[in-house]
């Protein structure tokens, strides 16, 4: 606690001038800011209890009791005057006197937030394990030792809060851990009382003695560190099976079994489940390797088939490449007369060699898009590539590389460009055919 060590003259001179000591206690505070008259006074009012709202997230409530306290009271002055319909300037000069005094409590909180640092921290831990609602008479009892702390503070007498300091962050600390482990083991407690209630030390003292020691290192746990959350339910875990365990075991007793015999059981019955446990994880990784596997025969079956497909065709009649668990087979030569579908004697001599390698590689699904460039009307260009789409269709279901069930012919007319239309050799490039294959699998 040595940021206590801060001593009166410095707070004096450094931190709060004596002119504003004095006035602190007067009844209207040092930096006093008026409100536009123009202000709407609810609105005003609002903002404030957002202000007051927010201060006591910050502790302010318990760090500047006193000047806070004033700062809600002004605000009540300001509620009961618009209650009363008074005029707006009197309501606003409420708001903001209520505001001022919000400001010197920040001000002070700053400066003892120095003092109590520690304890500051300690409470909002203690706040966080819901102390408040555990050990209600506990924490009335340290909150008004920091309160008197606080207030004492705020009038300059370090040496009196500083008498109290290391008490009131122990109130706090204990606060804390008894409250985390009321939250986390409050049921296993409440499980071993039961146990021993039923005999459980001299009927089953193995597990009595085993329930009680994972208790007392959750307990450990917690006391070495409250706010290690993932510790702590691990350990509390632990220790909440173990006291299960005993009420389990205590009960069966009664019925006439022995502990002896009872362990056993369950120490063949976790080594089971442990080999179980250790099957599955095994059946586990064989599955992955499978899929795996499957995963590889699948590529190099795909790379293989867009091979056979490319030793096909010549590389200036089609580009051939395997995307997506698919090959796709961009016809580069395969051109059409302006505005028509029609395949020539060149396009049929293209095609064929297409369906020849088609039929080798027998696949599950075969898609024929058609597309254009970006000159003329959309919606003809639409037309046209759907046409086309349909001419290399009709051709290679005719010549027997697929049938009507398993080809699809779309046409994407201008809408799926791979170069730029603005040059002719971009037009050209946009201007195409191509054939997505689903490849069979073969095993």
């Given at each position: 606690m040595s940021l206590w060590k801060v001593t009166s003259l410095l707070f004096c001179l450094a931190i709060v001038p004596i002119s504003s000591s004095l006035t602190s206690c007067a009844s209207k505070p040092a930096e006093l800011k008026s409100i536009p008259i123009d202000a709407n006074p609810i609105a005003e009012?609002?903002?404030?209890?957002?202000?007051?709202?927010e201060s006591r997230a910050n502790q302010l409530d318990v760090l500047s009791p006193n000047n806070f306290t004033r700062a809600q009271n002004a605000l009540k002055n300001a509620m009961t005057k618009n209650d009363r319909t008074e005029s707006t300037e009197k309501i606003l000069e409420q708001v903001s006197i209520a505001r001022a005094w919000l400001h010197e409590a920040k001000e002070k909180a700053q400066i003892a937030t120095l003092q109590i640092k520690d304890i500051a921290d300690a409470r909002r831990g203690s706040l966080n394990a819901k102390a408040?609602?555990?050990?209600?008479?506990?924490?009335?009892?340290?909150?008004?030792?920091?309160t008197k702390a606080t207030k004492q503070i705020e009038k300059g007498k370090f040496k009196l809060a500083e008498k109290n300091a290391d008490e009131i962050l122990a109130q706090f600390r204990k606060l804390e851990v008894d409250s985390v482990i009321q939250r986390h083991l409050s049921k296993t407690k409440d499980n071993i009382l039961f146990a021993e209630k039923v005999n459980a030390k001299i009927a089953a003292p193995i597990s009595y003695k085993d329930a009680l020691s994972k208790l007392d290192e959750a307990i450990?746990?917690?006391?070495?560190?409250?706010?290690n959350l993932r510790a702590i339910k691990t350990a509390a875990l632990e220790a909440s099976e173990s006291a299960q365990n005993l009420v389990d075991?205590?009960?069966?007793?009664?019925?006439?079994?022995?502990?002896?015999?009872?362990?056993?059981?369950?120490?063949?019955?976790?080594?089971?489940s442990n080999l179980r446990r250790e099957n599955r994880s095994v059946e586990e990784q064989l599955r992955d390797l499978e899929h795996r596997q499957i995963e590889l025969e699948r590529t190099q079956n795909l790379l293989d088939q867009s091979s056979a497909i490319r030793k096909a065709l010549e590389p200036n009649e089609a580009e051939v490449f395997a995307e997506n668990g698919r090959i796709v087979v961009r016809m580069k030569a395969l051109q059409f007369a302006g505005n028509k579908a029609t395949l020539n004697k060149k396009n049929e001599a293209l095609l064929k060699k297409l369906n020849q390698a088609l039929i080798s590689t027998v696949p599950s699904k075969v898609v024929i898009q058609a597309h254009t460039d970006s000159l003329g009307n959309t919606i003809r260009n639409k037309k046209l590539s759907v046409q086309r789409a349909r001419s290399v269709q009709d051709f290679l279901v005719a010549n027997g590389a697929v049938n009507l069930k398993n080809v699809e012919s779309v046409g994407l007319g201008d809408a799926d460009p791979i170069s730029d239309n603005k040059t002719p050799a971009g037009r050209s490039l946009n201007r195409r055919v191509e054939v997505i294959i689903e490849p069979t699998f073969k095993k």
């Open positions: 009012i609002g903002k404030t209890q957002q202000m007051i709202e408040n609602e555990f050990f209600p008479k506990d924490w009335s009892h340290a909150e008004s030792d920091l450990e746990v917690i006391k070495k560190d409250p706010r075991i205590t009960q069966k007793i009664r019925l006439g079994k022995t502990e002896e015999i009872l362990l056993q059981a369950e120490n063949q019955r976790k080594t089971i």
